[in-house]
């Protein structure tokens, strides 16, 4: 107990720092740089994705003994739902709410990140019983 506690922690403070460079990016690109907040909600996903994937990849799940391409191929999959459920989910909030896209991203972020990226990375993505070990691709 106490260590998925410890990992769930490592995984949201992963989150947080994913989330800062997926909010940052989003916000120039439609604040700054006036793109429709869509697209830059979308582009701060993949942004936020790749940074979330490095962080857990080394420090969360310590997963440097697991196969590269097998991994990747996992994260690729979950990644594609979350930044399907953040762009999406963004904007019906958005429009349906009829809110600031920031207050709906912030809101749909939470959930999504502990919703479906923790649960997913942790029981699929970095899960140890999915890899062949001895395959470091």
Known sequence: MKTQ???????????????????????ILAEL?????????FI??????????????RWVFSAQRLGKMRLA????VVWAG????????????????GCNFIVSKVVVACLVAVLWNY???RCY????????MDNNQ
């Open 5 to 27: 506690l410890v990992t769930f922690c490592k995984a949201e403070a992963s989150a947080v720092v994913a989330s800062a460079a997926d909010f940052a990016v989003t916000l």
């Open 44 to 57: 701060g996903a993949v942004t936020g994705g790749v940074v979330n994937c490095m962080v857990n990849y």
């Open 119 to 121: 649960q997913m990375q």
């Open 73 to 76: 191929l996992r994260y690729i």
């Open 82 to 97: 979350s930044i399907g459920l953040n762009t999406g989910l963004t904007y019906l909030v958005t429009e349906l709410a």
């Open 125 to 132: 993505v970095f899960a140890c019983r999915h890899y062949n």
């Open 33 to 41: 740089l006036g793109l429709w907040y869509v697209c830059a909600t």
